[in-house]
Every structure is written in C-alpha cells, then in structure tokens.
C-alpha cells in the first residue's frame, strides 16, 4: 500500500521559507506523478504544484516565482521549497501521488502538515 508522509510545516514569519518533504513507501515516486496541494480553513482544497514522472514542474498562479517543486527518486522524495511566504500561504499542504500522468495527481494522499505564516 502506497503511504506518503509529509513534514517540514510550521510557523514562520512573513517573507520567510519553510521546506516541506514528502517520503513515500509502497511504491517507488518514479513511477508517480507527484504534488502538492493546500487547503485553508473554509477554503477549497486548491493545487499547489505538481512534478511529472520526467521532473517537469507545474505551479499555480499562486505561488509560481516563490515555490519550488522537485524529486529525489533515489530518495523517494518530493520537496517543495517555500521561499517568500505570505500570510495567504497559510494552509495544510498534502502531498499526492498518482500513476496517471496528469498534472493534477490524485490518487494517494498523504495527512498534510500544517503551514503558518504570521505577518
């Protein structure tokens, strides 16, 4: 069974970076499409960023120009660098898998870790 574990949130001040991680285990990130998604209270569950199988980035309107998505297959990992944060960054963030080559992957979620920016 694939499980993805995310860590890196916590609460920082705006304009700083946080870097959240995403290990997986039961499966091997090669094979997956992975992202990032976030949701805020009394919000929508919103795309963040995904990465395809080939390490080619895609990244919400957002946070293009402050976020950075990328992969370490040897790792199992997915990173996603904060850089610039705002207080409307505030959000759990989830990392996702999916062997679908979409860049809104979907199929297995992890429980989110938490991201606070005060200003």
């Known amino acids: 069974q694939v499980q993805l574990v995310e860590s890196g949130g916590g609460l920082v001040q705006a304009g700083g970076s946080l870097r959240l991680s995403c290990v997986v285990s039961?499966?091997?990130?090669?094979?997956?499409?992975m992202g990032w998604y976030r949701q805020a209270p009394g919000n929508e569950r919103e795309l963040v960023a995904s990465i395809s199988r080939g390490s080619t980035p895609y990244y919400e309107d957002a946070v293009r120009g402050r976020f950075t998505i990328s992969r370490d297959n040897d790792r199992n990992t997915v990173i996603l660098q904060m850089d610039s944060l705002e207080p409307g960054d505030t959000a759990l963030y989830y990392c996702v898998a999916d062997p679908r080559n979409s860049y809104r992957p979907s199929e297995y979620w992890g429980q989110g870790t938490r991201v606070t920016v005060a200003s």
């Open positions: 039961g499966g091997t990130i090669s094979s997956y499409t």
